[in-house]
């Protein structure tokens, strides 16, 4: 089963960028993450990101190895 961000339509996906740094997201499950800044977005039910960085979620660093481990 494909995850939320695997969802995303592949054009959309390349170009979606952090609103904060403008730097590469991360596929992590239902999110979009950024390492450099550990902050994820929230994809929803039906697959649009929320990109607003009032509503970006800070990642712990165990989350933070955890997700670029995967990435590695």
Do not use: F, W
Not at 36 to 47: K, P, S, T, W
């Amino acid at each position: 089963m494909a995850t939320r961000a695997e969802g995303i339509n592949p054009v959309v996906r390349d170009r979606l960028v952090c609103p904060q740094d403008l730097g590469e997201l991360i596929n992590a499950g239902d999110e979009l993450y950024n390492p450099r800044l550990r902050v994820a977005y929230a994809i929803d039910e039906v697959g649009i990101p929320n990109m607003l960085i009032d509503d970006a979620r800070s990642v712990s660093d165990d989350e933070h190895e955890r997700l670029t481990a995967k990435d590695a």
